[in-house]
């Protein structure tokens, strides 16, 4: 007996047996003749989900910690940070409240525990976070863009630095509006709409489940292709252009009035030289790990051949979502690998913290030297769903 006609049986047999019990009555079908309840095999996703743990716990530490030496330490506090800042914030969001999801679904795909307007709430989230911080890293670009090719219209303008926090808020703003048709398009519904073999429509209430609204009406695959290409464009493609036309602007420029002997640079040259090194780091971080998401995504549209398609669902999927989760603990590794006074101030803050102190051998003459190297003036001037149609990812 094939597997469909082994499930045109359970279709019938299954309603006697368990006539009593809807539970058990959908339990006995959808065991044999539905997707899998766990998304991978058991060892793969005991490895997938302490993966996730540990990105969640240094996540979660990382970015907060950010957060707390860019506001609370003086040695931090320049209009420059409020980037990181921002990076961190959204990063939080997507570890606090994307990642649990995701480990919850891949444990327990169905049936969808939550209030439907969770599922909406969650894409919606999950695209703004992602938004923001790419928009966040490309404003980051262009100040340092400006700050280092024109450091004369910094001093008199500073645009950037007045006005900070409207930038950041627009930046919420517009992500929040380009990520709301993926918040309504993404919906928890039955894919089982009536008990196999009939027309019932009593819906299958195991067969609930959180997606991409596609799933459950095929005509709209022609709008979600033009918001996965929208979003590839807008929030990927032409961010990334922007910012290596401006790295290289920045390059040649440095390239160009390198005049200074080495072991001759002050205290503000380094620490631009510090700036664009971070943020490069960022850049190029990001988008290695958007990168697989977004290719993963538009790829559905184009291939026809359903092995290679099940066996992108299979591991590309988790591949690009273990990526796309990695990116949120790249940035506070990044600071503290490239920033020496990141470390300092993040020790410092750390054992206040801890232990009501400052941290052995930290200088109070730290304070007054890298403030008065953030005056605007001298810094100017000185040279970042499991799927079940192969058309379709969330």
């Keep these: 007996m094939n597997v469909t006609d082994q499930c045109d049986c359970l279709a019938i047999e299954c309603p006697i047996a368990y006539s009593t019990s809807v539970e058990e009555k959908e339990a006995c079908y959808m065991e044999h003749c539905f997707i899998s309840k766990r998304a991978l095999d058991d060892v793969t996703l ?31 506090k320049t209009h420059t940070s409020m980037y990181l800042i921002n990076l961190a914030v959204s990063d939080l969001v997507t570890l606090c409240v994307g990642l649990p999801f995701e480990m919850m679904m891949n444990w327990h795909q169905y049936p969808w525990p ?8 969650k894409a919606l989230i999950a695209e703004t976070t992602s938004s923001v911080s790419i928009l966040t890293i490309l404003v980051f670009a262009i100040e340092r863009y400006v700050a280092v090719c024109h450091p004369l219209y910094l001093v008199k303008n500073q645009f950037f630095k007045r006005n900070m926090k409207a930038i950041i808020g627009l930046s919420w ?17 039955y894919l089982m709409r009536s008990w196999p ?21 095929p005509k ?3 709008t979600f292709k033009v918001l996965f290409h929208f979003s590839a464009i807008a929030f990927f ?37 510090k700036i664009n090194a971070i943020l490069c780091a960022i850049v190029s971080a990001f988008f290695i790990c958007y990168l697989p998401f977004q290719f993963q995504r538009l790829l559905f549209f ?39 006074r990141f470390r300092r101030a993040f020790k ?47």
């Excluded at 939550?114 to 709430?121: H, R, T």
């Excluded at 959180?210 to 459950?216: K, L, P, R």
């Excluded at 009035?257 to 080495?262: D, E």
């Design 46 to 76: 005991y490895k997938v989900t302490a993966l996730y743990l540990v990105i969640f716990i240094i996540g979660v530490f990382g970015n907060t910690a950010t957060c707390l030496v860019m506001r609370k330490h003086p040695m931090m």
């Design 114 to 121: 939550f209030p439907d307007f969770i599922c909406n709430l």
């Design 173 to 189: 703003i517009v992500s929040i509006l380009c990520a709301t048709p993926f918040g309504i398009y993404h919906r928890a519904d």
């Design 197 to 217: 073999g009939t027309d019932d429509k009593i819906p299958v209430i195991s067969s609930k489940m959180c997606m991409v609204a596609v799933m459950f009406e």
């Design 220 to 222: 709209l695959e022609p």
């Design 237 to 273: 493609v032409v961010p990334l252009l922007t910012i290596l036309v401006l790295y290289a602007r920045i390059a040649c420029k440095v390239s160009n009035n390198r005049t200074i002997q080495a072991g001759e640079l002050d205290i503000t040259e380094e620490l631009q030289l």
């Design 302 to 340: 184009y291939l026809d051949n359903e092995v290679i398609l099940v066996w992108i669902n299979q591991y590309v999927y988790f591949i690009s979502g273990f990526l796309f989760y990695l990116a949120t603990i790249i940035n506070p590794i990044a600071y503290n690998v490239a920033s020496s």
């Design 348 to 394: 410092d803050i750390l054992f206040y913290y801890c232990f009501g102190r400052k941290s052995n051998g930290y200088p109070r003459s730290s304070f007054s030297k890298y403030s008065l190297a953030h005056t605007p003036l001298r810094q100017a001037m000185s040279n970042r769903v499991p799927i079940l149609d192969p058309k379709v990812n969330a």
